[in-house]
């Protein structure tokens, strides 16, 4: 649905992107994961027809940025608004689907909570209502593909939870995504697969999965029982310390470590009081990765 292929983009002399290639297929939700200045944006822009690349080609279901944008296929969240502070929220679904030549989407102001506050300024809308709101305009044509900037930024939890199951409703509609955020944890949580952009480079494009099972450590689990485990023998795990109430152990098998954790602890008779498992996360390989690339 979406080919990008070694697209770069200066500005002042300085090259912000540096032969960016990446695709995105139909109804996936793609990640820019990096850093603050590392072209993300910049990456999104250029996809979005708002700039031009000094070279490159980027392809939207075999159409340009800019005959996508004509022909209504990409629709756009951006990390920030240009709306009027005096426009209210009923106006600006009205002026936006005036210009996109489409019925007044009060479905999606409905969808997305805003029937009782059709008359509230945007100027005095909360962080939270001015993302619900960028996401319900983006959304007014029915486009193909939606570009996502920093979707929650500055949200507190109860408007992430909203505007995830949003994107998750969008993606089981069929909507292809392609999603930048710095948050390791909605990335994991929404995206397919995602492509780690440092220093106007991508450096690694794969599932969220694949990323994770390369972090260099073993999976923690914390145990807290009725007795200490330290004594006892196990295949499947090491014992590691004793912190805070909790035997730790090492593990890289976690399917057979739990079942013979169990099981032991059945056999000793020993009650388990509480159980944490502390797994690899995205955000440790991308933080190997990121520093690997600086240095």
Known sequence: ???????????????????????????????????????????????????????????LNNLSPSQAIATGIIGVQLQSSSLFSNITVKEAMELVCTWQNCDVRMDLLQEFHFMHQLNKKY??????????????LALAHNPQVLILDEPTAGLDVQARVLIH??????????????????DMAEVQDLCDRIGIIVQG???????VAEIINEVNRETMISIQSSDSLA????????????????????????????????RKLEEANLRIIDLEVNKPTLEERFVEIANQEVL
């Open 201 to 207: 480079k991508i450096i690694k494009i794969a599932t």
């Open 123 to 136: 100027k005095v809308c909360s962080t939270g209502e001015k993302r619900r709101l960028h996401l319900a």
């Open 1 to 59: 649905m979406i080919r990008v292929e070694n697209i770069s983009k200066s500005y002042q002399n300085k090259l912000v992107l540096k032969g960016i290639s990446f695709e995105v297929k139909k109804n996936e939700i793609f990640g820019l994961l990096g850093p603050n200045g590392a072209g993300k944006t910049t990456t999104l822009e250029c996809i979005e027809g708002l700039r031009s690349t000094d070279s490159g080609e980027i392809h």
């Open 231 to 262: 004594s006892l023998v196990f295949t499947n795990l090491t014992y590691y310390e004793h912190s805070k109430g909790y035997d730790v152990f090492k593990t890289d098998n976690l399917h057979d470590a739990i079942l013979e954790l169990t």
């Open 165 to 182: 199951k949003k994107i998750k409703d969008l993606k089981d509609k069929g909507i292809t995504m392609i999603l930048a955020s710095h």
